[in-house]
């Protein structure tokens, strides 16, 4: 069955989790004693009121703003729809704000990363301009404490503000792996309390790369003077103290040995791995399975591929160096200049099936894949609605850095400046079981790649469009859309258009326009699948805070999993009794163990049933279609090694990705989505 949204009130058009928890419980504007002051229609209303007031000619756009919001077919990001026309008046969800090396700015930061949490967004950092630890300072004669202690001051922060806040305030800190404390780093969240408040992410070059290739070592350089680092006593300590056969009285806090032998196989790297005053250099396989064993423990640090987010980046940065990226929003899916935020939005694309689409088993003959993909989506999909959305979608972002307010002076001109936007899907998965396309498979790939490409190039056409109604964004001489010839292919890949048609100059309003966000409750409110990711589960427990639920966890049911049950004579009471059974005593172990067809099962593979190649090919196609990242989370079975968790960030890396995240099931105790209520 088609997936529809029906009801002739915005209520009735929401599941009762949506407006009975989600949306009372964090969008709805209050007053000062906390009493709700809207309907869900009514927040609606205000998004669309105050977002189209950047519009020439408001009521149209107002209506048609909320004509698709209400319809669910597009959402903006959270911040969005609790914040416009309210007081708070800040929009976006991604913010970049990097600490320079000095212990002012490393305090403003803080202040100014609070202000950001206040109003719902989330800030990326890097630290990697910092200087190590038992570096030189000179003013008091000290030594500093680096990058990873200051970030104990901003987890404790984030801790602090996020009780005021509308949310949990989300952190990402990210580190180059050739800074210094890079060791220090992969191992600051091995346990499991510590900087909880921050995802982080190895800033990984393509020097590093390369040495890892050819089992070498690589150089670490020293932010504060630009030069190979000196080894300092600390340093050497740190790294020294690693070694099998090290003191292990001399191992400090944190470090790898304290975890028995199972670690990293550091016993292969014996005698001491720096030396204090040499230039320093580390191996590169000694790095990496700090990384690999990160990943396998608890999910970090991912890696964050920041030459390649360079090289995609819309300003050159060999000639323009002060355009250069060195981090990400929290998620991953916005890679950002320093003192840079963006709103994000997103295509609803499981309401984009076309009402007679076809099944994929009926195209499934030999033959070339991407042409019979092509025929396939020609009559599967909604293209006129697709691109309707994509269309004012893009604009309603293009008004949201227009009306947003932000919480300094450097993000408004910065924002002003390059007007980023992220205009990205959700629902993804739930399109593919509509299309009878299993997600994962080589045709969903094809299909990924090729509808990820339809709305980058409308969304593209559409800010050219707006460039010429409302002016360029303000750097774009600086840019490379003002020299196509000159990067050509770059151009082929971000506009879809001949460099040759656009010699003098492609004008374009905003200087990056899609993304891949997570939209984890943006989907929720939109009912259906998150991101570009598989469905999660057909039945689990929702842990999402307990201002929304209570003191009873969620239990939710996919329920357009129900809907195709039920289409296919599936007595659904039955089956939600037995999941709901399972669960209450702890032997739900996934759709398999539910008396259902296995032809429904098939077209349902759920986030762990998935070989990790899947997640990766999945991602790499989005990947390959947007102009900044992709959110998602590559899952792995409990029982994979290290080994199987560093192929899967080798594959992604080979692939195109510039943000990789993979997570081992079950290695985390508190989860956001889990199939066991919390204790
Ligand atoms: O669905 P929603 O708009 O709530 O957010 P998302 O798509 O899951 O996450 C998009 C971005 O919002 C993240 O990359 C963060 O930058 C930010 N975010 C945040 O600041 N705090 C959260 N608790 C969740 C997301």
């Known amino acids: 069955p088609r997936k529809r949204v029906t009801g002739d009130t915005v209520e009735e058009r929401l599941t009762a989790n949506a407006r009975e928890r989600i949306l009372p419980a964090r969008y709805l504007l209050r007053d000062e004693d906390g009493g709700i002051l809207e309907t869900p229609a009514e927040m609606f209303e205000r998004v669309a009121d105050a977002v189209a007031s950047a519009e020439d000619d408001p009521e149209t756009w107002s209506d048609r703003f909320y004509e698709t919001m209400t319809g669910l077919e597009f959402l903006p990001n959270s911040p969005t729809l609790m914040n416009a026309g309210g007081p708070l008046g800040q ?5 970049v704000l990097s600490p320079d090396d000095d212990l002012d700015d490393i305090f403003d930061t803080v202040r100014q990363a609070a202000r950001v949490f206040q109003s719902g967004g989330g800030v990326g950092y890097s630290f990697s301009d910092l200087r190590p630890r038992g570096d030189v300072v000179a003013e008091t004669g000290g030594v500093a404490s680096g990058p990873v202690s200051f970030m104990r001051v901003y987890d404790q922060m984030c801790e602090t503000v996020k009780a005021g806040g509308k949310r949990r305030g989300a952190q990402m800190g990210v580190l180059r792996v050739d800074h210094p404390d890079i060791g220090r780093f992969c191992v600051a969240k091995r346990e499991e309390d510590s900087l909880e408040n921050f995802n982080v992410s190895v800033a990984v070059t393509e020097d590093f790369w390369a040495a890892l290739e050819a089992d070498d070592s690589y150089e670490i350089y020293n932010p504060r003077t630009g030069d190979v680092h000196e080894v300092s006593e600390a340093t050497a300590a740190f790294y020294n103290a690693s070694r099998a056969d090290a003191d292990p009285r001399a191992v400090p806090e944190n470090v790898w040995r304290d975890y028995g032998d199972d670690v990293v196989g550091v016993d292969e790297f014996r005698g001491d791995l720096v030396e204090v005053g040499e230039p320093m250099s580390l191996p590169a396989r000694f790095v990496w399975r700090l990384v690999v064993d990160g990943a396998w423990r608890n999910g970090e640090p991912g890696v964050f591929e920041v030459d390649r987010a360079n090289r995609e980046h819309a300003f050159d940065v060999d000639t323009h160096p002060g355009h250069r990226i060195e981090a990400t929003n929290p998620c991953g899916e916005q890679p950002l200049e320093d003192f840079e935020a963006c709103n994000l939005g997103h295509v609803n694309l499981s309401l984009m099936a076309a009402e007679d689409a076809p099944l994929w088993s009926d195209f499934e003959h030999g033959g070339d894949l991407e042409a019979r993909v092509e025929a396939f989506l020609a009559e599967a999909l909604d293209v006129e609605r697709l691109d309707r959305v994509t269309r004012w979608g893009t604009r309603f972002l293009d008004d949201v850095v227009t009306v947003s307010e932000y919480p300094l002076p450097e993000i408004r001109e910065t924002v002003a400046d390059r007007r980023k936007i992220g205009l990205g899907v959700m629902g993804f998965a739930e399109l ?26 409308v969304a593209t056409a559409t800010s050219r469009e707006l460039a010429a109604e409302r002016g360029r964004f303000p750097r774009w001489d600086e840019s490379k859309y003002a020299h196509p010839t000159r990067y050509a292919s770059w151009f082929r890949r971000h506009t879809g258009e001949d460099p040759e048609d656009w010699a003098d100059g492609f004008p ?11 939209t984890g409750t943006t989907s929720m409110i939109a009912d259906t699948s998150g991101g570009c990711e598989p469905i999660y589960e057909v039945v689990y427990f929702k842990n999402v805070g307990r201002d929304v639920q209570g003191a009873e966890p969620l239990v939710e049911f996919d329920d357009y999993f129900l809907r195709v049950l039920a289409a296919n004579d599936v007595d659904v009471d039955a089956v939600e009794a037995e999941a709901k059974r399972l669960l209450g005593e702890g032997e739900f172990e996934g759709a398999h163990s539910l008396s259902v067809p296995g032809e429904i099962l098939d077209l349902f593979p759920t986030a762990r049933d998935l070989p990790m190649e899947a997640h990766v090919r999945v991602q790499a196609a989005f990947q390959a279609n947007v102009d900044g990242a992709v959110s998602k989370t590559i899952n792995v079975a409990h029982d994979a090694t290290r080994d199987d968790v560093a192929d899967a960030y080798r594959l992604a890396v080979d692939l195109g990705c510039v943000g990789v995240t993979v997570y081992r099931a079950g290695s985390r105790t508190a989860q956001v989505l889990t199939t066991k209520p919390e204790e």
């Open 508 to 518: 374009i309003r905003n200087h990056g326009v899609t993304s891949v966000a997570p």
């Open 432 to 457: 593919l079981v509509q299309l009878g396309v299993r997600y994962g498979s080589d045709a969903s790939v094809e299909v990924a790649d090729q509808v990820m490409a339809r709305i980058d190039h």
């Open 91 to 95: 929009l976006a969800a991604c913010f």
